[in-house]
């Protein structure tokens, strides 16, 4: 079986090597289907979820004060799909376990013999207790430290998954409507087809956090999708990180970490949590330079294969995470932007990723959504 993508994270970050450099394994390919063209709801909403009409956007920006991954903008014409309006939930993603038996890949044991084939030649073994089950957790310093060097917040914790989502000693008791963390692309994927839905394309997520009272999801020039005011009002609209980053998280904005799914307002569309709280996996691959081919192509079509230079094997597959989460800040990365996007290896889960489900105007079959 393949080993977790957060056991090799933390063999490289053991290594020094902590400035998010992965040593990664393919994930399998799903098909995701487009829903027809439409910009009226086709029926009554599924439960939770809300329509997200046909329409055209700027997807990503000329902003020079953006990352260099999301720009050029160039126009992308969205079909018309389902969105749940808030991520997955700890309650939800309960009910597929107990239904299934599924097994998070935090959960799985690692076998060493078939994780060193996808490593280079020569790795050293990981001490044993790097190979057991378990995943990363953000650990805050009780210092300031260098913001180039992962390993001062992220450690490696034997025992971390859904059910504690911060190691053995912590839980989730008390938390239905927390965001379900520590789940990786796959996990994500399988809870998908169990509840016969699937992951929203990047174009999709992004014209989606694009919605706005009294624009739909036409609006393509505020820096957040509420404005250009981080708080209007002296308002926060989304759980990001408050205080110095990464030493304390101060919770002015009400939490110090994940917050309940509902707990900050709503988009245009209805959707919560488009912006902070935890990242989302979305179905399409990471290409550093997808928006730069869109615009030479005048066409945007999601990436067949995973490119990023700033990797140790720049064509390592990973997944597009968005939203940005309880651990962004201005002075860091400030990925609560619509346009922000980063590239997560797609068996790789955390404490501050989850996800969201879309479906098409027709619901799956049953053998379609099975895991």
Same mark, same amino acid.
């Given at each position: ?34 829903? %027809? ?10 439960? *939770? ?5 046909? *329409? ?50 935090? !959960? ?9 084939? !996808?490593? %280079? ?19 805050? %310093? ?73 624009? *739909? ?125 980063? *590239? ?28």
């Amino acid at each position: 079986m393949k080993a977790p993508g957060l056991i090799v994270l933390a063999i490289v970050l053991a290594a020094g090597a902590a400035a998010g450099v992965l040593l990664l394994l393919p994930a399998p390919l799903s098909e995701f289907p487009k829903s %027809p063209r439409s910009a009226s709801p086709p029926g009554q909403a599924p439960p *939770g979820m809300v329509w997200i009409p046909t *329409g055209e956007f700027t997807m990503g920006t000329d902003d020079p004060r953006s990352m260099p991954n999301e720009r050029p903008a160039h126009r992308v014409k969205v079909d018309g799909f389902w969105l749940d309006t808030h991520v997955v939930t700890n309650a939800e993603f309960r009910a597929f376990v107990n239904a299934t038996g599924y097994l998070t890949t935090a !959960e799985r044991p690692v076998d060493w013999e078939e994780m060193k084939k !996808e490593l %280079p030649p020569g790795t050293p073994k990981p001490a044993d207790e790097m190979l057991q089950p378990g995943s990363l957790v953000f650990t805050p %310093p009780d210092h300031a430290v260098p913001l180039d060097d992962l390993s001062a917040w992220w450690a490696w914790t034997t025992g971390a998954s859904w059910r504690h989502p911060s190691g053995p000693g912590s839980t989730i008791d008390g938390k239905d409507d927390y965001p379900v963390v520590q789940v990786s692309w796959d996990d994500a994927v399988a809870y998908a087809k169990w509840a016969g839905k699937r992951l929203p394309t990047e174009a999709e997520w992004e014209y989606a956090a694009r919605g706005k009272e009294g624009r *739909g999801g036409t609006n393509t020039n505020t820096r957040y999708w509420w404005g250009d005011d981080f708080k209007p009002g002296g308002k926060f609209m989304c759980n990001t990180f408050t205080g110095p980053f990464p030493v304390n998280d101060t919770a002015e904005d009400g939490y110090a970490g994940t917050s309940p799914v509902n707990a900050f307002p709503a988009n245009g569309f209805g959707l919560h949590d488009m912006a902070g709280n935890v990242w989302q996996w979305t179905a399409d691959l990471f290409r550093a330079d997808i928006h730069a081919i869109a615009k030479e192509k005048m066409c945007y079509t999601a990436p067949a294969d995973s490119w990023d230079p700033g990797r140790a094997m720049p064509n390592a597959a990973q997944r597009v995470t968005k939203g940005g989460s309880f651990l962004c800040q201005d002075t860091y990365c400030e990925s609560y932007r619509p346009i922000a996007r980063r *590239g997560t290896p797609p068996d790789t889960g955390s404490s501050h990723v989850g996800f969201r489900c879309a479906m098409n105007a027709t619901r799956q079959t049953a053998a379609e959504r099975q895991p």
